[in-house]
Structure formats: structure tokens, C-alpha cells
């Protein structure tokens, strides 16, 4: 029995174990916010880059590290870092890039929050912001000007599943580097590097983690751009939580398997629900009448996502009465998880838009976004069925 220490001691110093020689057949979680360092110069060594090692979670973890080194080595880019959110992700770049009085041309339809948050900066503090359409490269072309400094599309957008041209896009935008949110299609459906983007965003809660337990982002990029990132990222607070990291980098496990499933059954689910007398129009990239078809056919051949849209024809008010119908596929307001769920953009991720500015992008209050799961495909038509024969 230890009597060296005092109890105190004992318990202020617990839940050690000795050094010992094998390995953890899992990563592990560095929960601590801090890093013990072995004096002066090993601290000036670790901050200078000639030894490896942390020194502050704010700035740096092994977790954070892990996770976002092999989004990286998926996304075929030279670096990453792992923000608290995908909102905070999105802020560290913009931090990175932009000041008072430079311009950014935007995709017309992105998610809600960084179209809110690009008017914010518009609005606020000075930046210029020119919102496109992103089917239109010329558009973007046209919009460059000496003082732009950054584009910013969806290479799938939410809600209505258009996909851009993302080598058409770099090429109108010439020096200006093109950021790409690729929330929807992953690094298995498509690598907007090399494509020639310069920058790739996600947000990792989603699909990358793909089990609707995490808030995560993650931007990949050329080392230059993403060290700028992560100095906005630990200046600002915004970075990551080390279990929230360890939970993506479990994810990311099974991403290509998970990827290849949602897609299958979602383009069996977007066939069907064309079929279907309720349902006014489904939006989904492999259907041939999709606007982006052609598009998507040539730039997502491993697969078109997890993600559709579908239009009733009651409005609102259909919404209402087919959420309450399904009985076992809930309306969440995110997407990606192994569930099926239902979504309402009107009401969720477009909501900061008016009822005028949603029609012109052909956002209608009859809009249904479904983001489909893990489960078996004659589960999901059946209940969907049963739950559109209610209007």
C-alpha cells in the first residue's frame, strides 16, 4: 500500500497507469486540455514545429489531428482542420480570406446559414458579396473583380439537388479560389480538388460522421490556405471537440459502404415517388428530367447521394399532414444519419429567406427534403406510401 502520498494527493493525481508496451487495438480519446511539456525548450521546439507534439486543445489535439488528416488524404488535399461546427468551419474561412472592402461571389442557392451569414458580413462589416446562379459559370466569370477573394458553391446544393460544374466554375473564376461545400456528395462521390478547386468544406456532422451524434466541420486545402484556418480557427475558439473528432473518424470508417447504399436507395425511392399521384415533382440528379442530369451523369459517376426532394402539390399544408402520417420516419431538421428523415426548408435551413426570394430559386412551401438512411428499401416505399395516401 502506498503511504508516500496523502489521500488528497492520491486523488488530485488519479487515473494513471503505468507506461506499458502494447498498443490500443482503437485510437484513443485524448480528453485533456492540456498537454504536460518537459520544460522550456521542449515548449520551443513543439511551437516551432522541429518536434511533434500538443501543447493546448484549442489549438491542436491528436483527435483533431487524426480526423481531419484523413479527410485530407480522402479529399486528395495537402491539409485540413476540424472546426466545432460546420458553421464554424465556414466562419474560419471566411475569416481567412475576406476584410472590409473585398468581394465574394456566392452561389444563389446554399444552405440558408451561409447565405444568412454571407449577408451578415455584407451588411455588418463591409464585405461585398454577389450572389450568382451556379449553373451559370458564365455568371461568375462576369462577377470577378479586382477585389475578389473567394467563390463559394455546393457541388450539390440543398435543397433542390442541382449539381455544378465545378471545372466550367474554376475556369470562368481564373486566380479566384473556388471553395466548394460538399456536404452532400463526400469524397466518395466526388473530389472537388481535382477538379481544381481549392478549398473543400463539410460538414462533418453529416454524412463524414454519418450517425446525427455530432457537430463537426472540416476544410481541406493546399497547406498555405489552411494554416490561415486554423490560426482564425484557435483565435476565435472555434475548434472541435476531441470526442466529437474520435466519433468522425469512427465514422469515416464505413463511409464508402454507407455512401454506396444511400445512393442506391435513393434513386429507387426518387423512381418511385415519381410514379406516385400525390407527389408534383421529385427532385433528385439521375432522373432524366432533372435540371442538372447531363451534369451529374459526367460528375458524380460513383453515385448521385443520399439526398432528394420532393414537391406536393397542397403546400404547406400537405407537409403538415404527411409529417404527421409517418409514423416511424421523423421530421429532424438535419440530415445524414443512419435514420431516414424528413425535412421542411421553408421552415428549417431556408427559413431566413423571404417567401419571395425562396420561390425565385424554386424553394415552394410544398418542398419535402428527404434524407435517406440505412434501412430497407421496401420499408421505406411502403411507409412513405402509406403516409402520402393520407392527402
Known sequence: MDTEFSGETICARGGWVPKFATQ?????????????????????????????????TRDSNPNHEAFAADVARLEGAEAAVACASGMGAMTAVLLAHVKTGDHVIAAKVLYGRTGQMLNQLQSQFGVEV?????????????????????????????????????????????????????TFATPVLQRPIELGAKLVFHSASKYLNGHGDVMLGVVAGNYSAIRKVRQMMALFGMNSNP????????GLRTLPLRMARVSQTA?????????????????????????????ATRLLPAGFGGMLSFELPGGRESVAKLFKALEEIPFSPTLADARTTVSYPTGTSHKFMSAAERASLGI???????????????DLKRELQTALNVL
Open 243 to 250: 470526442m466529437e473528432c474520435w466519433l468522425a473518424s469512427r
Open 267 to 295: 434513386q429507387e425511392l426518387a423512381n418511385y415517388l415519381r410514379t406516385l399521384p400525390q407527389v408534383a415533382r421529385v427532385f433528385y440528379p439521375s432522373l432524366p428530367e432533372h435540371t442538372t442530369h447531363a451534369a
Open 364 to 378: 415552394n412551401d410544398g418542398l419535402v427534403r428527404l434524407s435517406v438512411g440505412l434501412e430497407d428499401l421496401a
Open 24 to 56: 490500443t487495438s482503437n485510437p484513443p480519446i485524448y480528453m485533456t486540455t492540456a498537454f504536460d511539456v518537459d520544460g522550456l525548450e521542449q515548449l520551443d521546439d513543439i511551437a516551432s514545429g522541429r518536434v511533434a507534439g500538443y501543447i493546448y
Open 130 to 182: 454577389t450572389f450568382v446562379d451556379a449553373l451559370d459559370p458564365a455568371a461568375f466569370g462576369q462577377a470577378v473583380t479586382p477585389r475578389t477573394k473567394l467563390a463559394i458553391v455546393e457541388n450539390i446544393s440543398n435543397p433542390l439537388m442541382e449539381v455544378a460544374d465545378i471545372p466550367a466554375l474554376v475556369a470562368a473564376l481564373g486566380e479566384v479560389p473556388l471553395l466548394v461545400d460538399s
